[in-house]
Structures are given as C-alpha cells and as structure tokens.
DNA sequence: GGCGAAAGTTTGATATACCAAACTTATATT
DNA sequence: AATATAAGTTTGGTATATCAAACTTTCGCC
C-alpha cells in the first residue's frame, strides 16, 4: 500500500484517538498528544492531507479520510495487540508495556501481528496454558526455579480442572 | 547510558558481526551489509569515533572500543532474542523473523526484552508447554480450531509424558 | 462591532541520514 | 618503480522531522 513515516502514523493514531473521542481533530489536541509544537502539526498535516489521509483546511478542524481512517485503524490495531501481549503476558507494567508498544507497533509487519493474534489467543484458550499458566509464569519471574513437584502438582491441577469444566 | 540513533546502532551491530568473522571491518564490508553507498559509511564512522565506540583512523579498517563492543552485544543480544521468538516460538519463516528482529531490536526496552527471555526460558521448560505445546500451537495456526476431544487426549499424553520422564 | 487572547501558520534554523559524483589514498601487478 | 584499479573520503544536495519565534486568523466577550 502507501509507507507512510513512523511519525506520520503515530499522527495519523493520535487524529483517530481524538476523532473517536471528540468527533474531530484541532491542531492543539494532536501537538499535546504527541509532545510536539504545534508548528510541526501544522507541516504533518500539510503532509498527511497531500496524501489524501485527512480532511484539512487551514484554520479548521481535522476529520480522517476513508483512506486515513483504514490506516489509523491498523497502526491502532498494531498498538494494541503489542500492548496486550506486553502487559497480559509478559506481565509487564501498564506504563511499560504502553511505552515499548508505541515503538515496536511501527517495527512489526501484518505477518508478525497476525501470528502473535493467534498465538495470544491459542495460549488463553488452550487448557494446557491459559489464565493460571500465565499466573504461574507470573510466579516463576518472582522466583526463577522450576521445581519438579511443583511441577507435577500444577500440571494434575491443569488436567483436573480442564476434566471437570468439560 | 548514551542513546544512539537506531542507523548507528545498525553500523555497531555490524561492525561486531564483521570483526567477528574477519577481526577487523572495512567500509566497503560494512557498506554492503548495511546496504547504503560507502560515502554514508564514513560519515557515520566519523560519529562512531566521536562517540568513542569505534577505532578509526583515514583509510585504515575499524575496530570496536570496549564502549562500542560492549554496545554492540547488547544490540546483537536484543536481535537474537527477538527473531529467537519470532523464529523458534510463534513459527515464522526465517527471513520473517529476521526481517522484524531488525526492526524491533531498535524498538523494545531492557525491561521487556529481560522479561521476553524468561518468557522463552518459561515456555521451553514447564511441562504444561514445551516443545510439543508450540508444535500443536503450529497445528491450530493451520487449522483454525480448538477440539475438546483433542485438547483432552493432548493433556492426557503431556501429563503422561511429564510423568514417566520424572 | 471591536478587541484581546487563543489557536493556527509561517519562516528560518538545526540535526540526522542518506545519495551521487568528484576526488584522494592505498594496493596490486607487472 | 609506475600505474591502473580498488578502497576510502569529501562535497554538495535531498528528504524528514523538529523547534523557536514572528506572524495571521478565529472566536468569545464586553
């Protein structure tokens, strides 16, 4: 489709956010949200609208274009997906999990995001995993030991629990 | 410690590769492995040097500061954890997996990339997952489908294997 | 309606990172 | 040792993304 720059995206993600919320963009919400001076949201946006991405005049608000939104809505998707791996796997800190999601949402590719959408969903679902097994892996980060008839116990509790909820 | 532009992590990262295998880079070499005309090599050379992460002298070939190794490994490390996982654990194809390690590297904390290795280290060792867990993984991503009947008799057969390799 | 503050824009500057092409140095061969 | 060629450097230019500060437009309020 169209490479659009890490920095255009986050704009474009930013102009969604406050769509979503606000029904339509002003200059000063999306220089707040990206820690910008408005300036430079005035020349991003210049950019993003040449490409057809926003809806933009001078001295008025900011609306997506169809085109615009479909993109917003990927890099979004992106975003959440990393920061739902980070922060409900990894067990990292919200604030973590939200920082390094920012970043690593421009560095992965639909192929990458689309595996780690199934292997997130195999790892709740599957009796084997789920919940309790991310709970133990919580466990272990603290301790750092596997031990054998911990080990044992944890998978007949797996086992019975699955038994009994089938 | 010293933030460095992502281009001039690459330049490190591949100096190490090259003084691994040849003791010493040179411009073309590192040139070719970053895919950018050898004019760009100097420059950046020039700001390596300042930084005091690499020996560089006019005309001469290059080695790697303690400073710079030890930068250097710590991005190397960062990209083999990450295509480790990509690669070894949602079962992407290795030129996949390569492709995104190199992005990502550039994108993921220490915090994360620390808790990502225990993660792996987790996943590989507990006896709820382990190598087979992430092969029937690579069989739901083709099928799409989970099967009571079959998670039951999958359980069954870890628990079994767990027990009788105690 | 006019005026002042807030919002938005413009301009000129900086920094990074790259290329293309001219130029310099090193080297390899005879 | 001379010279052609390969390797390395320099120069000038492009593109992106930002800031600071001057400037313009809009909007609310009296």
Redesign the pocket.
């Known amino acids: 489709m169209m490479q659009?720059?890490?920095?255009?995206q986050?704009?474009l993600e930013k102009i969604l956010a406050l769509e979503s919320s606000n029904k339509v963009a002003?200059?000063?919400?999306i220089?707040e949200a990206?820690?910008?001076?408005?300036?430079?949201?005035?020349?991003?946006?210049?950019?993003l609208s040449s490409k057809g991405l926003i809806n933009?005049?001078?001295?008025?608000?900011i609306t997506l274009t169809p085109k615009g939104k479909k993109l917003a809505q990927e890099v979004t998707r992106r975003h959440a997906v990393i920061k739902d791996f980070l922060g409900n796997v990894l067990q990292l800190e919200a604030e973590n999990a939200e920082a390094n999601a920012c970043r690593i949402e421009h560095a992965i590719d639909r192929i990458a995001i689309d595996r780690l959408v199934q292997f997130i969903d195999y790892l709740n679902n599957c009796p084997r995993t789920g919940p309790d097994w991310i709970a133990s892996f919580t466990n272990y980060c603290k301790t750092e030991a596997m031990d054998a008839q911990k080990c044992k116990t944890c998978l007949k509790q797996c086992k019975d629990d699955f038994q009994t909820t089938d």
């Open positions: 659009l720059s890490e920095s255009l986050d704009y002003r200059v000063k919400e220089a990206m820690g910008v001076l408005q300036g430079s949201v005035t020349s991003a946006l210049k950019t933009y005049e001078p001295y008025s608000f």
